[in-house]
């Protein structure tokens, strides 16, 4: 997988490798649908909304995107020993998408789109209790609960975002600029000559400016 090789369409042979028989695309995007706003809500939902509460909610997000944008540009894009399953599930990724063809076929497709359902339960029994833990010991029991609150909202923010910027490109969600714009920007990431240099910050596109990876 090293070289890309441009693959047009999911074939059934492709399918049947990569997504298991049991995955149900519907479910997966129920239990998002549900567990994001439920778990996002619930750390906050008997506190005051204090604007020291919201800064730390936006910082949090902020925090984990450069986080994740980390993990993109040199795991999921190096073959660095000990992380090459991860470079080699991202690489599938890049051949069944390109800029050309971007949006799925099928809804199960998606299976290679958002974060396998095992990801999403990691990210929620380390990820967020890590958050947890290093907020509590810089904030008070309040501002914890909103870093965490912030924490669980991103991953929904995520798993929306790109979800999105894998639809056909006539939906009506790209008359908002903002959905116009991670289009755009995720696009070029997929062009196979540009993957490996730019546009790494699938949720917002902020780091790239920041690091000067944005094409």
């Given at each position: 997988?090293?070289?890309?090789?441009?693959?047009?369409?999911?074939?059934?042979?492709?399918?049947?490798e990569?997504?298991?028989?049991f995955?149900?695309a519907?479910?997966?995007?129920?239990?998002l649908s549900v567990?994001?706003?439920?778990s996002?809500?619930?750390?906050?939902?008997?506190?005051?909304?204090?604007?020291?509460?919201?800064i730390?909610?936006?910082g949090?997000?902020?925090?984990?995107?450069?986080?994740?944008?980390?993990i993109?540009?040199?795991?999921?894009?190096?073959?660095?020993k000990?992380?090459?399953w991860?470079?080699?599930?991202?690489?599938?990724?890049?051949?069944l998408y390109?800029?050309?063809?971007?949006?799925?076929?099928?809804?199960?497709?998606i299976y290679m789109?958002?974060?396998?359902?095992?990801?999403?339960?990691?990210?929620?029994?380390i990820?967020?209790?890590?958050?947890?833990?290093?907020?509590s010991?810089?904030f008070?029991?309040d501002?914890?609960?909103?870093?965490?609150?912030?924490a669980?909202?991103?991953?929904?923010?995520?798993?929306?975002?790109?979800?999105?910027?894998?639809?056909?490109d006539k939906?009506?969600?790209?008359?908002?600029?903002?959905?116009?714009?991670?289009?755009f920007?995720?696009?070029?990431?997929?062009?196979h000559?540009?993957?490996?240099k730019?546009?790494?910050?699938?949720?917002?596109?902020?780091?790239?400016?920041l690091?000067k990876?944005n094409s």
């Open positions: 997988l090293a070289t890309i090789k441009k693959l047009r369409t999911f074939s059934p042979a492709l399918r049947s990569i997504i298991p028989d995955y149900s519907k479910v997966h995007l129920i239990l567990i994001v706003p439920i996002t809500i619930y750390p906050i939902l008997d506190l005051k909304i204090s604007m020291e509460g919201i730390v909610f936006i949090t997000i902020l925090i984990v995107n450069f986080y994740f944008y980390l993109h540009r040199f795991l999921l894009h190096k073959n660095i000990g992380f090459r991860c470079y080699k599930m991202h690489m599938i990724h890049h051949r390109d800029e050309e063809n971007m949006q799925y076929e099928k809804l199960n497709d789109l958002l974060m396998p359902p095992a990801i999403t339960f990691l990210y929620y029994i990820m967020i209790p890590f958050v947890f833990f290093i907020s010991t810089f008070s029991k501002l914890t609960m909103f870093s965490t609150s912030g669980f909202f991103f991953w929904g923010l995520y798993e929306f975002n790109h979800f999105v910027e894998h639809l056909n939906n009506p969600i790209f008359k908002i600029r903002f959905f116009r714009f991670i289009r920007h995720h696009e070029k990431h997929h062009n000559k540009l993957m490996n730019v546009n790494f910050d699938i949720a917002l596109g902020l780091k790239d400016y690091f990876t």
